[in-house]
């Protein structure tokens, strides 16, 4: 069983002025199988906690805990393969690399771990098959549509097991119908790989297959209602 526990996170940037205080206080805990939504107007601090829970950034205050372990006392080396093992991301932009099949980017986070394993190469394809890209596992990025690159994204997030998947506007760039058959995917997936799921949106569709949606409001965290 896994957790997340994020406690009384602050984020201040430096300005030239007085510092911005984009996240004044935000607590949450998840357990594996669980998903949230987490809404908010641009701007408003939603990328930042992501980035934060990511291990991507760090808080001005607060702790983030993932398994017990707090990410942030590790060093380097230690903290990229904490990430790596522990988080899936899926962006906005499908960030898959256009030199490389869809098998090949679904591999990609294991290079860190020594290579694709047998197990490893056979998971890849069995994601490959339940996201829908069976017949386009050979295809490069620039030959996949915007909903199929998402696909490919949700796979290579998978591959490692992580504990968290953290998804910022991963409907952003998609069309209505499209953007809709993306978030039923992730739901259905997360609930299948019993990982957790946090899902950053603008998207009234992708929040309403959530669990539980919350909104940052003034750097704070609000039940949505
Ligand atoms: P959202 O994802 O909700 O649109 P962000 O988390 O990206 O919002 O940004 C929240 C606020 O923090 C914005 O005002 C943004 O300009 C500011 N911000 C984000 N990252 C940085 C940074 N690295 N340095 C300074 N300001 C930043
Ligand atoms: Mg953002």
Not at 86 to 109: A, M, R, S
Not at 127 to 135: A, P, T
Not at 174 to 203: F, G, K, N, P, Y
């Amino acid at each position: 069983m896994s957790e997340l526990a994020v406690q009384d996170v602050t984020k201040e940037f430096p300005t030239r002025g007085e510092p911005l205080l984009v996240l004044r206080g935000v607590s949450l805990t998840l357990k594996s199988g669980e998903n949230m939504a987490i809404i908010g107007p641009s701007g408003s601090g939603k990328s930042t906690l992501l980035h934060i829970i990511g291990t991507l950034d760090d808080p001005t205050s607060g702790t983030v805990t993932l398994d017990g372990q707090n990410p942030f006392a590790l060093a380097e080396p230690e903290l990229a393969q904490f990430r790596n093992q522990k988080i899936g991301f899926v962006f906005q932009d499908h960030h898959l690399l256009p030199q490389c099949t869809v098998l090949e980017n679904v591999l990609i986070p294991t290079i860190a771990t020594g290579g694709p394993s047998r197990e490893l190469s056979g998971r890849a394809k069995e994601l490959i098959r339940r996201v829908g890209l069976d017949d386009r596992s050979d295809h490069r990025p620039a030959e996949l549509s915007g909903g199929e690159r998402q696909r490919a994204a949700i796979a290579r997030a998978l591959i490692l097991s992580p504990a968290l998947i953290l998804a910022d506007e991963p409907t952003g760039n998609l069309d209505r119908t499209t953007a809709s058959s993306i978030a039923d995917l992730l739901a259905e997936i997360q609930q299948e790989e019993e990982v957790m799921l946090i899902a950053v949106t603008h998207s009234a569709a992708l929040a309403s297959t959530m669990n539980k949606r919350f909104v940052i409001d003034d750097g704070r965290l609000q039940v949505d209602s």
